[in-house]
């Protein structure tokens, strides 16, 4: 055997350097991530909220000798069937869409923290009561519940819809903090927060919604998108807001009148733009959905 002869131990096996897992794990994460979804959607919200720099028109302007002119230089998006400029429509609606979701959610999530909250600490016979209270409203169909409730109120306005949107649809986060509160409600730190003659809210705020919230964050980001649906399905069937304040919703409800001039634009452009935001926000509560359960197991 020469000095030069190499030798090589049979049996051992390299394992990967360290860096490239890390790398791995790293390059996984940011895969499973909703990059494109929030980049899309916060380009779609930055551009309603700022629509007066966007706008190239009045969304309110009529033009009765531009009905229906399909999109084109002079109208990006074309016009409708009264002479508007969708794409100034778009923004202009899209803001007030958007404030009806995220106001009806604020609404539905803070009924539904203090419910569950106080369901889960009270005594068992309170418990069972709003638990039970809380099935009868979940039993009754969103849709029709919601009509009632705005016949009552009278005519749809902004302010009205979204309080009907949100009075109407906090049971399912209800019973998510119900149960998050039961289970955490004998833990030292709350007893001893007790003990020190903490109040209701002091100890909901401090103590149990930080507990709660990672559980709460992806139904939380679907009743905003709920909402937005609601809101263009009352529009659709023209018991929402008037056609004369615009929304998506108020905007599809011009469908029927565009199907029968082949006005294709008038319904798939708002509507491409309600179907990618609705798309943008499901795929970021999937994945905080995902982010809840790890938490949950981490725990």
């Known amino acids: ?28 994460r940011y895969r499973d ?47 409708d069937t009264m002479g508007r400029d969708i794409f100034s429509m778009i923004w202009y609606g899209g803001r007030i869409s958007l404030f009806i979701g995220i106001a009806s959610t604020l609404l539905s999530t803070v009924l539904a923290v203090i419910l569950g909250a106080a369901s889960g600490i009270a005594p068992a ?43 109407t649809g906090w049971m399912s986060i209800a019973r998510v903090v119900r149960s998050e509160v039961r289970r955490i409600r004998n833990s030292e730190y709350l007893i001893a927060a007790k003990c020190m003659g903490g109040g209701f809210f002091h100890i909901l705020w401090k103590h149990l919604t930080p507990n709660f919230i990672p559980s709460i964050m992806f139904m939380v980001v679907m009743n905003v998108r709920n909402a937005i649906v609601a809101e263009s399905t009352l529009s659709f069937m023209g018991i929402g807001l008037p056609v004369e304040e615009v929304t998506w919703g108020s905007m599809l409800s ?19 733009f309600l179907t990618v935001t609705l798309l943008c926000i499901t795929s970021l509560g999937n994945y905080l959905r995902g982010k809840g359960n790890t938490g949950q197991s981490n725990l």
């Open 254 to 272: 011009l469908s029927e009148n565009a199907l029968l001039t082949n006005a294709w634009w008038i319904i798939l452009i708002p509507g491409s």
């Open 125 to 167: 016979r309170i418990d069972a009561l709003m638990m039970r209270l809380t099935d009868i409203f979940l039993s009754i169909p969103s849709l029709p519940l919601v009509i009632l409730m705005q016949a009552v109120l009278g005519q749809a306005n902004l302010f009205s819809i979204s309080f009907v949107l949100g009075i």
């Open 33 to 79: 991530k909703p990059i494109a979804a929030a980049a899309i959607l916060v380009l779609i919200v930055l551009a309603c909220l700022l629509c007066e720099l966007v706008m190239t028109g009045d969304p309110a302007s009529l033009d009765l000798r531009s009905c229906s002119v399909p999109p084109g230089r002079e109208f990006l998006f074309g016009t």
């Open 1 to 28: 055997m020469t000095k030069d002869s190499k030798f090589e131990i049979v049996g051992i096996r390299r394992l990967p350097c360290t860096e490239s897992v890390k790398q791995k794990k790293r390059k996984r």
